[in-house]
């Protein structure tokens, strides 16, 4: 079972900044972080609509461009928003590095950005027009699609797009038979919630489950730990 570093363990250190990226990909085999376009067309590596949270600046990441977002820092850190291509830089070769779509029409770009760094990626997103993207332009890459409810219908969807993953909510995992149901189409189940103990992962391993995003990198429960290399 997978242990994927959310926005770089955001309980950890600021969220999708280079340092906690490193930091993660230090300690785990695989970050997870959000693409979205700023305003002069650069893809950046940012989860909110908006700046507010993470820089207290009331602009939208669309509307501002890649020179006033790099004057700004991330939750009252010393880090600044990245560029995608910095942070697939900053990453080893051997860590998977998770890319959640923020919006549609991103798919093409962020995975030339990609294949230019070699980096060993697998695509998320849950806008189902984003994935549809990745199958239309025929682009051979691990991918799947995000939800918290309406496991069946988004079972059908993803299959529908010839995904290789889904990732459900937790709790779906939980109280459905999503994890079973995926299985039976050979589709790998990641599940997101930012686990934060060691309970949230033991319960997923126990149903089977492959991978979860998590917000700590030192939540692995130590029966688990000799099947969940982490990288130093």
């Given amino acids: 079972m997978e242990i994927i570093g959310h926005r770089g363990c955001a309980a950890q250190c600021p969220e999708n900044t280079l340092l906690a990226i490193r930091e993660a990909a230090r300690r785990l085999p695989a970050v997870e972080v959000d693409v979205r376009r700023c305003g002069s067309g650069e893809l950046v590596v940012v989860h909110d609509e908006t700046l507010e949270r993470v820089a207290d600046v009331d602009r939208r990441v669309a509307e501002t461009s890649w020179s006033e977002l790099q004057e700004l ?7 600044s928003i990245p560029r ?16 959640e779509l923020k919006e549609r029409e991103i798919a ?19 806008l189902p027009d984003a994935i549809a993207e ?8 691990p991918n799947g699609l995000l939800f918290g409810e309406e ?8 299959l529908e797009y010839d995904c290789t993953h889904v990732f459900p909510h937790y709790d779906l995992c939980v109280e459905t038979d999503v994890v079973p149901n995926a299985r039976e189409h050979d589709l790998n189940v990641i599940a997101w919630k930012a686990a934060r103990t060691v309970d949230d992962v033991r319960t997923l391993h126990e149903l089977g489950v492959d991978g979860v995003t998590a917000d700590r990198w030192d939540i692995v429960p130590p029966a688990l730990k000799p099947t969940m290399t982490t990288q130093g």
Avoid: K
Wanted: aromatic share 2%; proline share 3%.
């Fill in 151 to 158: 496991p069946e219908t988004n079972l059908s969807r993803a």
């Fill in 108 to 126: 093409a770009d962020t995975l030339q950005l990609a294949m230019a760094a070699g980096a060993d990626v697998r695509v998320s997103s849950f």
């Fill in 84 to 99: 995608l291509e910095s942070v697939l830089r900053a990453v080893p070769d051997d860590v998977t590095v998770q890319l």
């Fill in 134 to 141: 990745i199958d239309a332009a025929c682009l051979d890459v």
């Fill in 73 to 79: 820092t991330v939750l009252d850190s010393a880090e």
